[in-house]
């Protein structure tokens, strides 16, 4: 499975902080829980790289 490839899965996201002062993504899907923690500039690192493929996401035909 890549990028390119659809799945046809549902699946749940939650972002928040959490109270230890990091930033949490959290996915549940099928039963499964997958936290992710990351410090804040890790955290502003992931949304810089969501923006820009949003950007490259709109370009495309």
Known sequence: MGINTERDVEANMQIGPTDQ???????????????MDFDPEEAEEIADELRAAAQAARTVK
């Open 21 to 35: 002062g990091m930033v949490r993504i959290f996915i549940e899907a099928d039963g499964v829980e997958i936290p």
